[in-house]
């Protein structure tokens, strides 16, 4: 996965002029190039300048990774004071922790890579795990649990994540972004059922 900015391929020509606009010799191929998505400053006016503010308009921009929630017992039920394990699993769309959105800003190639700030698991149940790191897990290993004390159809838990950035301008040193967001993954199907035990006289 990843992000990319196609440039087109350019032909530069240049001739000399006098300060009154005659022109004193012919256009001349020089050469070709390929050009950024940065419009170039008018004659006069200084270029523009790749701010702190650009970097984390377009790192808001990213189109990050939505968690999705792997819920155990499968198949959306679970039971009353049954144990149940949540799990984060990324999506292929969209960038994920450390992975390389790339883009061009006023001339200059801009790398964002998303970081974790923080986890949060949502039960469904107005109950909430986290700010956590953790990815959680399957049964048994996995640390992110909950038990559910009555019974609910239709709960819908879902996790939501709270991004950093790193940034990179023009091949340069990674450098924190001083921002976050939070985005919040699709909700997982999930049942709450009651198990009855009955005694039944076979006589």
Known sequence: ?????????????????????????????????????????????????????????????????LPEMVVQPPDGRTLVNLPVYFELAWPEAGFE???????TIVGHQVRIRPTL???TYMTGDGASIGPTTSLGGPYPAGDITHTYTSAAAGLGPR????????????GGAWISIPATATVVGPSSPLDVLVSRNRLYDNG
Do not use: K
Request: proline share 3%; with cysteine.
């Open 159 to 170: 996790i939501q994540v709270e991004y950093g950035g790193d940034v990179s301008v023009d």
């Open 1 to 65: 996965m990843g992000g990319y900015t196609v440039n087109a391929y350019s032909i530069i020509f240049r001739r000399t002029v006098e300060s009154g606009g005659g022109a004193l010799e012919d256009w001349a191929e020089i050469g070709g190039t390929c050009y950024t998505d940065a419009v170039p400053a008018q004659s006069g006016e200084p270029a523009a300048t790749l701010t702190e503010a650009m970097i984390i308009e377009q790192f808001h921009r990213t189109q990050f990774a």
């Open 97 to 103: 922790p450390g992975e390389v959105d790339t883009t």
């Open 117 to 119: 700030v923080g986890i």
